[in-house]
């Protein structure tokens, strides 16, 4: 079990995570979103859903690089805050962009692939955020971390919907790319060269 | 085309507070001084605003009384013909307010977001201006923006803007006829279409200096010859009775209200007539996305965006402002004419 983090760096990383959702609402009550609110407000939690998403994934190869074990609980908390703000991406598309027409919701599911990987990485951190309770951890065993193992898969997926919806410029989804990349290949370099303990069959 | 004569109850635009006076009641109502003395400092002479209430207009920047970009251009200000009611050339519907129409913009060469234009153009140049005419035309030449404007009467067009992202707008503009404009330059019967070319100037456009950018400057769209010279085609100085602001496409652009925005080239400064098809921009960088011609047209869908809605901007977060898109934006009657047994799915 990683060591317990310190109050004061958990207090820290709480206000920095949760910063983003208290701009959006003062941007919200100060009508300060521009002329199309609702398209700016999916804008910005869908890249807060992004963004934790890779700060989530970022923790591990920097803990073990630096070897800073304190800062290990920042990756489920990382994690849950993305999930916190794709849950918001969601709602502003269903209830703001679409106001609850569920047809035009699952007309788009189907026909535009942006949508449908969008919604595949939204169902992945769904699972993933029902199973990282402790208790469920703990009864799930060496399953869990198989499972979690699709966090990957949720990132490429939500750095693809990203993408997709961008038309001219790539500046930002290569930005997201160039910390992915060797995020990713940290971990398999690990799982298949380096085979550290608990993972190797051998 | 119908002419339509003024009725004693028609409120030109010009009998309304022109936005500059408007957004500089403060400075006035703060010193005291005269409404006299503000008519007088924002040499403004007219034209048309929302009729909106205060929480829209809260939304526009307070400076918006540009100065004009040289002597000669307040001169040609001075007098702007209203918009003929009643017709295509104006609409009844609701304006966008002035202070959205010139911050959500698609101006890439001023940056991606639609806040990226108004903040990264205030220094842009708009004078001195030339546009180079070639091709198929008997005066080819590079012309001064003065000389190309000086032959023609400036007047306010109300047209709705549809934009392929599903959003649109009402904007009156000030300008001229294109076709008035192709005449002085005398094309000849090899000239089958209308090519536009914006100002390629990374050095004032950091768009253009973007690795990551997709487009290929500098950004060109294209007319047939026979949609340049309908009379809807127009070519916009002015927007709000003001100089057109550099995020709208400073000083001269082009206003097609019947097909989607993007046709609508800004900054212009090269016309081209050639005998085959033109390059376009975006049919360049994904011709199965976008064809053209670009008609406005409910039952063609982009494939990441269904096209028989829109929002009319601006909407506030809990009440939309979604309504039906009209085949051609609303100018069928005037323009279906022109594609007369062409598969618009086709040729989209």
């Known amino acids: ?202 | 085309m119908l002419i339509k004569f003024r009725s004693k109850s028609d409120v030109l635009s010009s009998e309304i507070t022109p936005e500059s006076i408007y957004y500089s009641r403060r400075n006035f109502l703060a010193g005291g001084a005269g409404l006299a003395l503000g008519v007088a400092a924002t040499g403004f002479p007219n034209l048309a605003l929302s009729a909106d209430g205060d929480a829209l207009r809260a939304r526009a920047p307070e400076d918006i009384a540009r100065s004009a970009p040289s002597p000669w251009w307040e001169a040609k200000f001075a007098s702007i013909n209203p918009a003929a009611r009643g017709g295509p050339f104006s609409t009844d519907e609701t304006l966008t307010p002035y202070g959205d129409v010139v911050s959500y913009n698609n101006f890439y060469e001023f940056g991606v977001e639609k806040g990226d234009p108004i903040a990264n153009s205030g220094r842009f140049e708009v004078d001195p201006w030339s546009v180079t005419i070639e091709g198929e035309v008997d005066k080819p030449g590079i012309y001064n923006l003065e000389d190309i404007l000086k032959p023609q009467a400036l007047e306010e067009r109300i047209y709705r803007l549809r934009c392929v992202e599903r959003w649109s707008m009402v904007i009156p503009w000030v300008g001229f006829p294109l076709a008035d404009l192709i005449k002085q330059f005398q094309p000849n019967s090899k000239a089958k279409f209308v090519q536009f070319f914006t100002l390629f100037d990374p050095s004032q456009m950091p768009g253009q200096r973007s690795r990551f950018s997709t487009i290929s400057w500098p950004y060109r769209e294209g007319l047939r010859i026979d949609e340049a010279m309908h009379p809807l085609s127009f070519l916009a100085v002015g927007v709000y009775g003001n100089y057109l602001p550099p995020q709208n496409g400073a000083p001269i652009r082009l206003v097609v209200p019947w097909k989607y925005g993007f046709k609508s080239i800004k900054s212009i400064v090269k016309i081209r007539f050639t005998e085959t098809e033109p390059e376009t921009s975006w049919s360049m960088l994904a011709p199965e996305e976008y064809g053209f011609y670009a008609n406005v047209n409910p039952e063609v869908h982009h494939p990441r965006w269904r096209q028989d809605m829109e929002t009319r901007l601006p909407q506030s977060l809990f009440g939309s402002s979604r309504m039906p898109t009209e085949i051609f934006n609303g100018y069928g009657e005037q323009v279906a004419s022109l594609y007369s047994g062409m598969d618009l799915a086709k040729f989209y």
Not at chain 1, 45 to 67: D, N, Q
């Open chain 1, 1 to 202: 079990m990683a060591a317990i983090l310190r109050p004061s760096l958990r207090l820290v990383a709480h206000l920095f995570c949760i910063a983003p959702f208290v701009l959006i609402l003062v941007a919200i009550f100060r009508n300060s979103l521009g002329p199309d609110p609702a398209d700016e407000l999916a804008v910005r939690t869908g890249e807060w859903a992004l963004k934790f998403l890779i700060f989530c994934l970022c923790v591990t190869p920097i803990r073990r690089l630096f070897v800073l074990q304190r800062i290990a609980p920042l990756r489920r908390l990382f994690g849950l805050y993305s999930f916190f703000y794709s849950v918001l991406h969601c709602f502003v598309y269903v209830a703001f962009l679409l106001q609850f027409r569920w047809m035009e919701v699952m007309e788009d599911v189907a026909e535009r692939p942006y949508i449908t990987v969008g919604l595949a990485s939204f169902c992945i951190l769904l699972v993933l955020a029902l199973t990282s309770p402790r208790s469920v951890v703990r009864r799930l065993g060496r399953r869990w971390s198989s499972l979690h193992k699709l966090v990957y898969v949720a990132a490429v997926l939500a750095l693809l919907h990203q993408f997709w919806i961008v038309r001219v410029s790539i500046a930002e989804s290569a930005l997201y790319a160039i910390i992915l990349i060797p995020v990713l290949g940290y971990r398999l370099w690990q799982k298949f060269v380096n085979s550290p303990s608990g993972y190797s069959k051998t």
